[in-house]
């Protein structure tokens, strides 16, 4: 009984400094841009690593190795024209004199295609990639306006802005850096359909280094809680099968524990009892008959109770409180 409701509460422990721990990753991850944590599993998936940046930014930060002039490709197939891509950031490319788009927001283009030598912005950068079910997606949005649906319509309402929906998979193979769009299809040439195949789609456990796992003071905790466990678990089978002990006394130095419970109950009821005296000391002074260290009143009562043994013929508490000091007195001799 014992043993089970003390297995109960190792294991709440456990699972609170987990939680704790995963929680306060949580928090620190799901700010970062760029990255976005499943629902379903708790891991997390870190796009930047197959977000470009211009080569002159990747010289700054030392990162030259991989440096690339061109975003990612994705062949258009029966569509007109091919598209370049990039992830949570703007295309590496200079795109100048795209269509419907003010020269400021040029360089906010995360994705186009060119066709009859204009560029079509499909969407502007965005840097927070959600998950929808199962599935990781990110979109781009206020690309170039989209296509009037005929001339009958008219209606002028706000014009519509291509965009872009690209769904993400998984691809353990692929090099940790590389990415691989294809494009999926579009049906009115205003919202665009991608699939990125790369292994930064795989997910990991924390982004971040010193967010992941358990801090040291958890470690810690996990170590004390398997211990405490090794001792109930193992104390009880050895009590068990060895001592032929039954109920509580299968527990692991169950006198002990029990003599420092009762040591502290009856701590408590000592004190409790000489709270009671003081009271009584102040109501009748006088008719204490012979309280050995008690002439003062007051703080007297504590000592009396505690160290006055000879009984002051106060009925029943000096009894019970004897008892409490006999029995007190035997534990500590054991
Ligand atoms: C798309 O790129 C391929 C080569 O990757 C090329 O053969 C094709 O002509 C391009 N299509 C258009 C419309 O530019
Ligand atoms: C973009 O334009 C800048 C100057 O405006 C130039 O230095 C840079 O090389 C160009 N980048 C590409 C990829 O053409
Ligand atoms: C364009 O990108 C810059 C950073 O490069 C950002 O500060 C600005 O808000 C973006 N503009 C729009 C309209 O998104
Ligand atoms: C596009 O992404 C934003 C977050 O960046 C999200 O709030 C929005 O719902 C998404 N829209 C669609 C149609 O997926
Ligand atoms: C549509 O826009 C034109 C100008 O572009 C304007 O003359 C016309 O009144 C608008 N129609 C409606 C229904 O708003």
């Known amino acids: 009984m014992k043993l089970s409701s003390s297995a109960h509460y ?33 891991l997390y998936f870190d796009l930047s690593a197959i977000s470009l940046s211009p080569p002159e930014l990747k010289n700054g930060k030392k990162v030259v190795k991989d440096a690339r002039d061109d975003s990612w490709h994705a062949k258009g197939h029966d569509y007109p024209a091919n598209f370049t891509i990039n992830f ?20 906010n283009v995360s994705a186009y295609y060119k066709r009859d030598d204009k560029v079509y912005s499909i969407g502007e950068q965005a840097s927070e990639p959600i998950f929808r079910g199962r599935k990781l997606v990110l979109n781009y949005t206020n690309g170039s306006p989209c296509p009037e649906e005929g001339s009958m319509g008219s209606s002028n309402i706000s014009k519509r802005h291509k965009s872009t929906i690209m769904s993400f998979l998984c691809d353990r193979d692929a ?35 010193n967010a992941g796992g358990l801090g ?5 905790g996990v170590i004390m ?9 193992g104390g009880c089978a050895y009590q ?32 409790f009892s000489s709270l009671g005296s003081i009271c009584r000391i102040n109501r009748s002074r006088s008719s ?23 009984g002051r013929g106060q009925g029943r508490d000096v009894d019970a409180e004897n008892r409490l000091i006999d029995q007190l007195d035997e534990e500590w001799d054991d």
């Open 288 to 310: 204490s008959g012979y309280m050995r260290a008690d002439t003062d009143g007051g703080r007297g009562g504590v000592i009396g109770a505690i160290g006055g043994r000879g």
């Open 225 to 233: 809680l398997i211990a405490v466990a090794v001792y109930l678990i």
């Open 216 to 220: 040291p003071g958890g470690v810690f």
């Open 88 to 107: 949570c950031a703007p295309v590496i490319e200079n795109v100048t004199d795209v269509v419907g788009i003010e020269s400021s927001r040029w360089k």
């Open 175 to 209: 090099p940790a850096t590389v990415a691989t769009p294809s494009f999926v299809g579009t049906l009115d040439s205003c919202t665009y359909f991608f699939e990125v195949r790369s292994s930064a789609a795989c997910g990991g456990i924390a982004v971040d280094p």
């Open 10 to 42: 190792a294991l709440f422990l456990l699972s609170s400094f987990l939680g704790l721990s995963s929680a306060e990753s949580s928090h620190l991850n799901d700010d970062s841009p760029c990255v976005a944590r499943s629902p379903t599993t708790g």
């Open 240 to 271: 068990r099968t060895v001592m032929h002990q039954r109920g509580w006394r299968q527990c692991p130095n169950f006198s002990l524990w029990a003599g420092v419970f009762d040591f502290v109950k009856d701590m408590f009821i000592i004190l």
